[in-house]
Nanobody, 118 residues
Framework: QVQLVESGGGLVQPGGSLRLSCAAS???????MGWYRQAPGKERELVAQITSGESTNVADSVKGRFTISRGKGKNTVYLQMNSLKPEDTAVYYCNAVSMVVVTRYDYWGQGTQVTVSS
């Protein structure tokens, strides 16, 4: 059974920090893990992604403020969020990508709310 379990969301004041964690299980081979977010009335967007080879892709809107990293076991991904802004408020979803030959499989966590407000 595939599971992506997220933790670390919450309410924080502007300028504050949060760290999101996601642990994946039940996936045979993970090629990349990352975080997406979806604000009310907006489409889901990529925040940051890290591949099995440790290459990263970070959205321009969070570059310099957010850092993505993987745990030693490679099935865990973290998102360190600093200098948070109200526009970072969204539900954050953990994502894992598995490539089987030429077919891409995406797995999703249940989402964790991040609210940036004074």
């Amino acid at each position: 059974q595939v599971q992506l379990v997220e933790s670390g969301g919450g309410l924080v004041q502007p300028g504050g920090s949060l760290r999101l964690s996601c642990a994946a299980s039940g996936i045979f081979s993970i090629n990349a893990m990352g975080w997406y977010r979806q604000a009310p009335g907006k489409e889901r967007e990529l925040v940051a992604q890290i591949t099995s080879g440790e290459s990263t892709n970070v959205a321009d809107s969070v570059k310099g403020r957010f850092t993505i990293s993987r745990g030693k076991g490679k099935n865990t991904v973290y998102l360190q969020m600093n200098s948070l802004k109200p526009e970072d408020t969204a539900v954050y979803y953990c994502n894992a990508v598995s490539m089987v030959v030429v077919t891409r499989y995406d797995y999703w966590g249940q989402g964790t709310q991040v609210t940036v407000s004074s």
